[in-house]
């Protein structure tokens, strides 16, 4: 993956105007242009651009539903695949259209960051996300493809059959779902021997606490572990490399912001906040500004793969937000660190908010699992620490069943 830097250079800033003049060209993002006041040429500045109203996937919906069967922003005689998304804004899953050119592009884009972790044309690859509707497994066969390596695809089924592929034909790098790749080395009972690399994706995987070592230790103790990330609307937007320090964005295909999902405003580097994003590059289906919905951190650490990170990965959804005594609350972010706590069971959690009357929001966390085994007063501070505020009761029932939301708002 090539360096890239986002400070404010004339670099940078002309790459915004250029990706701008593009992304003018299609009357979609044309309106959020003369929303904004702005033509692409009077982008003379990071704070400038920002002028630029965001958008989200809603944008995109009505774009495709106004102008089928893909939208504005391709030519339907271009595209060479249609992979599908699942959408709250269609009846049925949203169409992701791909120009042989795109495919071209992010398979070469994906393979960098495989050879990063080490992936060379001498290994074999088992693709467990598989070539099913979804771009996931697609993206993996590009890249083992476009290194070289055997791509073996088999999708997210069949333990058993799979170990034995792994076993048979000397599988060495395992890439898709992680808690398919559990269950694979859980099926193996410890004969994986020669797996080398797990490359995790598609779903929470490192921004749970211990879930990395978990993975490593059940593939033997001396595996590579690392984790991705992308959106169907975007593609790959990071990745992690065989330093397994978090994940590299692709600065030369992206332009990162996090943002405060309530008031748009930037926040302070390292802070947690929305992730948005706007193409950089050449692309049939580009975003401008695009809402992703992910919660993270920007960081910034001097590296040879790029210096912008996601140290954390993406660790839940703004849309779960709740405010609580004046605080923003991301319940995503304690389901996910409950998850890493072997004492507690995060399917059956609940967070239940109350305001008695006269007084401030009260909240009581309940969480099944064996409180003998759990030390409370370091686990209360964890939570303090991820949600910025005390639980008022804290519950460890081994019999809680919880219901179907995590967040029970009876204020």
Not at 38 to 66: C, K, N, V
């Amino acid at each position: 993956m090539p360096r890239a830097t986002l400070d404010e250079t004339d670099e940078v800033i002309g790459r915004l105007r250029e990706a701008a003049e593009r992304l003018y060209e299609h009357d979609l993002y044309r309106e959020a242009f003369e929303e904004a006041g702005l033509e692409p040429g009077e982008i003379d500045s990071i704070e400038t651009f920002r002028e630029l109203p965001t958008m989200d996937a809603s944008d995109q919906a009505e774009d495709i539903e106004a102008n089928p069967p893909f939208g504005s922003l391709v030519d339907p005689a271009e595209v060479v695949r249609c992979n599908f998304t699942p959408s709250p804004y269609f009846e049925h899953r949203m169409p992701v259209p791909a120009t042989r050119e795109d495919v071209e592009r992010d398979d070469e884009r994906l393979a960098e960051a495989y050879r990063s972790v080490g992936v060379t044309e001498d290994d074999v690859v088992l693709n467990t996300a598989g070539m099913m509707p979804y771009p996931f497994g697609w993206a993996i066969a590009g890249a083992a493809e476009t290194i070289g390596a055997t791509h073996i695809p088999m999708g997210p089924g069949n333990a058993e059959e799979q170990v034995d592929v792994i076993e048979r034909y000397d599988v060495t790098v395992v890439s898709g779902f992680p808690s398919f790749a559990m269950e694979l080395a859980n099926t193996a009972e410890g004969v994986l021997d020669g797996v080398e690399i797990v490359i995790g994706g598609g779903e929470p995987f490192t921004a749970i606490e211990g879930y990395r070592e978990q993975a490593r230790q059940a593939f033997g103790g001396d595996v590579t572990v690392v984790d991705n990330y992308g959106l169907s609307e975007v593609g790959f937007v990071g990745f992690e490399s065989a330093e397994e320090a978090g994940m590299h964005v692709f600065t030369d295909q992206l332009f990162p912001e996090v943002i405060d999902p309530e008031t748009g405003e930037l926040v302070e580097r390292g802070e947690k906040g929305e992730l948005v994003l706007t193409t950089l590059s050449e692309d049939s289906t580009p975003v401008l500004r695009f809402r992703t919905g992910d919660l993270t951190i920007l960081d910034k650490r001097e590296s040879e793969y790029g210096d912008y990170v996601l140290p954390q990965g993406v660790f839940g959804r703004v849309d779960s937000m709740k405010k609580v005594k004046g605080v923003k609350l991301y319940p995503d972010e304690l389901t996910m660190y409950v998850a890493g706590v072997d004492a507690l069971d995060h399917e059956n959690m609940e967070l239940r908010l109350t305001r008695p009357e006269g007084t401030t929001d009260h909240v009581t966390l309940t969480v099944a699992g064996d409180p003998d085994a759990l030390d409370r007063e370091a686990f209360a501070g964890e939570v303090r620490s991820i949600l910025n505020i005390s639980v008022d009761e804290l519950v460890v029932d081994p019999d809680f069943e919880a219901g179907e939301d995590v967040v029970v708002d009876e204020r």
